[in-house]
């Protein structure tokens, strides 16, 4: 089943969504999804393992993850403790201010998870009692009509993003672990590096010295995909990056992208997005509306 993307309306004069303690159990958990806008998610109570971008991570009270836009991803809460969790859904616009003369930017904690491919943050007792009473704010602002009740979400928001910016971590080992057996590791982690050579089937189960069949069945199990549709949303998403950061002719990004063909790399594109890859382009770079 490939991933679902979920819509948010990018153009919206208040690109923001929020849900407030939310309980989570194997029967209403949504399988893997992507989405255009950066998400915060907080754990209040229950476990569970979170799939994120090809890593797996414990969820425990207290937790915290950071999830850019565009990054597939599916929680999996434990049978006996379901999850309660909060999660704030914005665009990136809502966080732009002037630099002030300084480097530092709201959402560079999304693109330092990026990079790292670390998106799990462990919150100490003071910060915790620092999250959740920004929690409780927005929920408060977002259910009572107010003056100035949109901006005040945002500077909560942006309070949050400022703490969170300053613990972000040097990425470490630990956020490998949970559920995955290692050869597994080792191939998510090849097709996030290298997602556009040769990551089919034959090449990758010979590479982590596993049968096929059983090969197929884990991956399944653990990242409610086929190879081919986790391939092919990988390189979608870059593809989409691609679009919005570089002038390069869109023959030239399906090729670089994997697609054998144009109207294969338009059809795979429409398919998982809704639109075609110049329309994507065109509605994104549209003025007034700017992307994540």
Not at 13 to 21: Q, V
Not at 33 to 51: P, R
Not at 195 to 215: E, G, I
Request: glycine share 4%; hydrophobic share 40%.
């Amino acid at each position: 089943m490939k991933p679902i993307r979920k819509q948010f309306d990018a153009a919206a004069s208040f690109p923001l969504e929020f849900t407030y303690r939310a309980v989570k159990d194997s029967h209403n958990e949504l399988p893997n999804h992507l989405h255009d806008w950066h998400e915060i998610v907080y754990v209040h109570a229950g476990k569970g393992v979170f799939f994120i971008d090809g890593s797996f991570y414990a969820m425990s009270p207290g937790d915290l993850f950071l999830l850019p836009g565009n990054t597939i991803h599916r929680a999996l809460p434990e049978e006996e403790a379901p999850l309660t969790v909060s999660a704030i859904y914005f665009h990136g616009r809502i966080a732009q201010w002037n630099s002030l003369g300084d480097t530092f930017s709201y959402i560079q904690c999304f693109e330092q998870a990026n990079k790292w491919k670390s998106h799990k943050l462990c919150v100490d007792s003071s910060d915790r009692d620092f999250t959740e009473a920004m929690l409780v704010n927005i929920n408060s602002e977002l259910s009572v009509n107010r003056p100035g009740q949109r901006h005040a979400v945002v500077l909560h928001l942006l309070h949050l993003l400022l703490l969170l910016n300053r613990q972000m971590p040097v990425p470490t080992a630990e956020r490998k672990n949970t559920g995955a057996p290692e050869w597994m590791r080792m191939t998510l982690r090849t097709i996030d590096e290298q997602p556009f050579s040769d990551v089919s089937l034959s090449t990758l189960s010979v590479k982590a010295a596993v049968n096929p069949s059983h090969f197929t069945r884990v991956f399944k199990l653990l990242t409610g995909m086929t190879l081919t549709e986790y391939v092919t949303a990988k390189r979608i998403s870059r593809a989409k990056e691609l679009l919005l950061s570089s002038d390069a002719p869109i023959h030239a990004i399906a090729n670089e992208c994997g697609f054998e063909s144009l109207p294969h790399f338009h059809r795979t594109f429409k398919k998982l997005t809704g639109t075609t890859p110049a329309g994507y382009k065109r509605s994104c770079l549209t003025p007034g509306i700017h992307h994540i």
